[in-house]
């Protein structure tokens, strides 16, 4: 599951996938209706795929929680109301991450996971998290793949230079001037 390219906003409902980089920031899509917005350096943003859970050992990366939560529904969407109390939100949460810190997790930033698990699953964007060491092999062998390619592009012959035309002179030859002179003196 890729979310680098999936990005939350402060103060803008849903989710938005980033789609090119502008002058100013980052020019974004929104997954709920699909409309293109600027994102600039002044907008409170994050990555999806810098977010992580507190548990009371160590932080979990979101497309962790985010799996989990799809097995635990079998692929569907959430089985919970998102607007219920939150003692129910806690212990549904508590089924998906049994380990996460309750003093530092609210009801808020449950509800929010659970919207955006639902969001991403209507995208089909969520799947298995690799490990880290998993991506790290995957792009060595992407790129290991690319690389015959790319020498076969390096090798290609390059086309010689065209000769530069000859320079055209706009001066009078040496003959040219003293025949104007000759005739000059010839009238007068």
């Given amino acids: 599951m890729d979310l680098s390219k999936i990005m939350a906003i402060s103060g803008k409902s849903g989710l938005f996938k980033i789609i090119s980089q502008a002058r ?6 929104s997954l709920t209706d699909g409309k293109k917005m600027p994102v600039f350096a002044s907008h409170r943003s994050s990555v999806l795929d ?11 990366p979101l497309k962790n929680v985010l799996w ?3 097995q635990k529904e079998d692929g569907k969407e959430v089985s919970i109301d998102l607007k219920a109390d939150g003692s129910v939100l806690y212990d549904y949460f508590e089924s998906v991450l049994p380990e996460f810190d309750k003093d530092r997790v609210y009801p808020s930033d449950i509800k929010k996971v659970l919207a955006w698990y639902n ?6 964007l969520i799947s298995e998290p690799k490990e880290e060491e998993e991506e790290a092999e995957s ?30 002179t706009t001066a ?3 003959g040219a001037k ?9 009238k007068g």
């Fill in 24 to 29: 100013g920031g980052l020019i974004v899509e």
């Fill in 50 to 60: 810098d977010i992580s859970m507190f548990t009371y050992t160590e932080d979990i």
């Fill in 68 to 70: 989990s939560i799809f």
């Fill in 119 to 124: 969001q991403l699953l209507k995208h089909d």
């Fill in 139 to 168: 792009e060595k062998e992407e790129t290991a793949e690319s690389a015959p390619a790319k020498k076969k592009a390096e090798e290609k012959p390059k086309a010689p230079k065209k000769a530069a035309a000859p320079k055209k």
């Fill in 172 to 174: 009078r030859t040496e």
């Fill in 178 to 186: 003293k025949t104007n002179t000759i005739r000059k003196t010839k």
